[in-house]
C-alpha cells in the first residue's frame, strides 16, 4: 500500500516537474481557467440578479394580492366592498389607494412625484419603514387631515439635510404638515420607490377630486396558503360585481416570484451551459497536448518499461498528469473567476452572488474533464511496445 503511495505521488512530482519545465501545458491550462471562471462568474451574476429582482419585489411588499380597477362606473370600491375583502378568509390587512401625480413645492423648490392615498394599513401591507416622525393613522383618515409622509427622495430633494418634519409644503397648491419620512426602498420593478408623498385616503381623494378607490392591497397572513386566499377574492369580487369581471385585475405577487424564478433559473442554466462548453474545449486541449506528450516522451516510455514498469504504471503516470494539469487549471480558475467577480461588482454595480457548490461543482467538472480527456493520450502511451519505443527517434 505504501509503495502504491509512493508511486502516485512520484507521478504527481513527475507531472508537476513537466508542466514547470513546459510552457504547453501552461497555455493549455487556459482553456479549463477561462471555463472555470466563466462558470463561477456567470452563475454568480446570475444568482445576484435572482436576488435582486426578488428583493425588488418583496419590496412590495410580502403575501400580497393587488386589485386594480380600470376607473368604470361598472366596478366602483367603495367602503362597504372594502369592508367585505376585509372579511375573507386568511386576509390579515386592506390597505385601498388612490394615485396620482402631483406638484410639490416649498420655497422655490418643486418637483413632480407620485401621491398616494391610503389608510394606516399601507405601512404593514408594502413593508414601509418610517425613518423620522410617524406614520398615517386611522384618527388622519377620519377627520382629513392635511398631513404627508415624504419618500426618502422627495425629503432629499426639498429639504436637503434639513428635518422636515413639522414643516409644510405646498401640493397643488394647498398646504400639508410633514409626519414623517421614509426609509429609502430604492427602484422596485423599473419604479423609484421614494420619489413618493403619501397622505390620508379621505385628504387625497378631496385633493386629486377622485373618490373612486383604484387599487386595493391585500395582505394574506402567511405566503402558504396565498393561492387559496386568492380564490376567496375572486369569488368575493364576482358577487360584488357580476357583471364587471372584465373591469377588474388580481394580481398574486407570488405568481410574479414563480415566473422570474422559472425566467432566471433557465438564464442560469443557458449561462451555466455557455461556460461548461470553455470547459470542454480546454478538456480537448489537454487531450492534445497530452498526445504530444507521449510522442515527444515515447523513449522515456520504452525505457522505463524495458526495467519492469508495467502498463498500469504508465497508464496512471500520465493519466495523473492529465489530472494534475486540470486541477491546477480549475484552482487558478476558482481564483480568477472569484477576483472577476468581484471587479464586476465593484466597478459595474452588479450584484455578484457566489455559491460553494457552484465552485465545487464546476473543479469536480475540470477534474472529470482531465480524467475523460486523458485517458487516450494515457491508453495510448502505455500500450506502446518497449522495443520500438527504445529505437524511436
Same mark, same amino acid.
Given at each position: ?25 501552461? !497555455?493549455?491550462?487556459?482553456? %479549463?481557467? %477561462? ?80 401621491l398616494t392615498g391610503t389608510n394606516s394599513a399601507y ?167 497530452? !498526445? ?8 522515456? %516510455? ?25 486541477s491546477l487549471g480549475g484552482v ?27 465552485? !465545487? ?22 500500450? !506502446? ?9
Open positions: 500500500m505504501k509503495v502504491k503511495e509512493l508511486g502516485i505521488l512520484q507521478s504527481v512530482k513527475m507531472a508537476l516537474r513537466s508542466i514547470k519545465g513546459n510552457k504547453l501545458p501552461l !497555455l493549455t491550462m487556459l482553456g %479549463i481557467i %477561462i471555463g472555470v471562471s466563466s462558470v463561477i462568474v456567470l452563475i454568480s451574476i446570475a444568482r445576484g440578479s435572482t436576488q435582486n429582482v426578488t428583493s425588488q419585489i418583496n419590496s412590495l411588499g410580502t403575501n400580497l394580492l393587488t386589485i386594480n380597477t380600470f376607473g368604470t362606473e361598472q366596478v366602483k370600491l367603495t367602503d362597504d366592498s372594502i369592508e367585505k375583502l376585509k372579511a375573507v378568509q386568511g386576509i390579515q390587512a386592506v390597505s385601498p389607494a388612490v394615485s396620482g401625480r402631483v406638484t410639490v413645492k416649498r420655497d422655490r423648490t418643486s418637483a413632480q412625484v407620485s405601512q404593514d401591507v408594502r413593508e414601509m419603514k418610517v425613518a423620522e416622525g410617524r406614520f398615517l393613522s386611522d384618527l388622519d383618515i377620519e377627520y382629513r387631515q392635511k398631513i404627508v409622509v415624504l419618500g426618502s427622495e422627495t425629503a432629499q430633494t426639498l429639504f436637503g439635510i434639513e428635518s422636515p418634519i413639522g414643516q409644510h409644503i405646498q401640493i397643488d397648491g394647498t398646504s400639508f404638515k410633514i409626519v414623517g419620512v421614509l426609509e429609502s426602498k430604492g427602484g422596485s420593478m423599473g419604479q423609484s420607490g421614494d420619489d413618493i408623498v403619501i397622505m390620508p385616503l379621505s385628504t387625497a381623494e378631496r385633493l386629486i377630486k377622485n373618490t373612486a378607490i383604484s387599487t386595493v392591497y391585500l395582505q394574506g397572513k402567511n405566503n402558504a396558503n396565498m393561492n387559496f386566499v386568492m380564490a376567496e377574492v375572486e369569488m368575493t369580487m364576482k358577487r360584488l360585481f357580476p357583471n364587471g369581471t372584465d373591469e377588474y385585475s388580481i394580481f398574486n405577487q407570488q405568481d410574479l416570484m414563480d415566473t422570474m424564478s422559472s425566467v432566471t433559473s433557465t438564464m442560469t442554466m443557458m449561462l451555466g451551459g455557455i461556460a461548461g462548453i470553455s470547459l470542454l474545449v480546454g478538456g480537448i486541449g489537454i487531450m492534445n497536448i497530452m !498526445l504530444v506528450s507521449v510522442s515527444e516522451r515515447t523513449k522515456e %516510455i520504452g525505457i522505463r518499461k524495458a526495467i519492469g514498469a508495467k502498463r498500469r504504471d504508465i497508464l496512471l503516470q500520465f493519466l495523473i498528469e492529465a489530472v494534475v494539469l486540470s487558478i480558475g476558482i481564483l480568477a473567476g472569484i477576483g472577476l467577480g468581484n471587479l464586476l461588482s465593484s466597478f459595474m454595480s452588479l450584484t455578484v452572488s457566489y455559491s460553494t457548490s457552484v465552485i !465545487l461543482m464546476s473543479f469536480l467538472f475540470s477534474l472529470f474533464v482531465g480524467v475523460v480527456f486523458g485517458v487516450f493520450p494515457a491508453n495510448k502511451a502505455s500500450r !506502446l511496445n518497449p522495443i520500438q519505443a527504445l529505437r524511436f527517434e
